[in-house]
Nanobody, 116 residues
Framework: VQLQASGGGVVQAGGSLRLSCSAS????????LGWYRQAPGKQRELVAV???????NYADSLKDRSAISRADAMNRVYLQMSSLKPEDTAVYYC???????????WGKGTLVTVSS
């Protein structure tokens, strides 16, 4: 599976941004798609994940300010973020989890910079 994230950029605090990630390859085996982020000097952390069945899980830090969605074919996943804060500045990565075997695939990140 190949993943390509896009939609990052510079946004002012309080603004909104929509990230998109396209998946290609063995998309029929994708069980879940998720967004993670890594800020400078910090570990990569979960932002949100959505399963093929539509179940979602969010990190507390963004739970009320973000919404994850996906195409039915599991070939695209989106992350809508609002009320962005400078601490949301990070490289945002998308990840696919495939079954069987729980194989994980990562895309190259897209940088989100929130200016104060």
């Amino acid at each position: 599976v190949q993943l390509q994230a896009s939609g990052g950029g510079v946004v002012q605090a309080g603004g909104s941004l929509r990230l998109s990630c396209s998946a290609s390859g063995s998309i029929f085996n994708i069980y879940a798609l998720g967004w993670y982020r890594q800020a400078p000097g910090k570990q990569r952390e979960l932002v949100a994940v959505i399963t093929r069945g539509g179940s979602t899980n969010y990190a507390d830090s963004l739970k009320d300010r973000s919404a994850i969605s996906r195409a039915d074919a599991m070939n695209r996943v989106y992350l809508q973020m609002s009320s962005l804060k400078p601490e949301d500045t990070a490289v945002y990565y998308c990840k696919a989890v495939l079954l069987p075997g729980h194989m994980e695939y990562w895309g190259k990140g897209t940088l989100v910079t929130v200016s104060s």
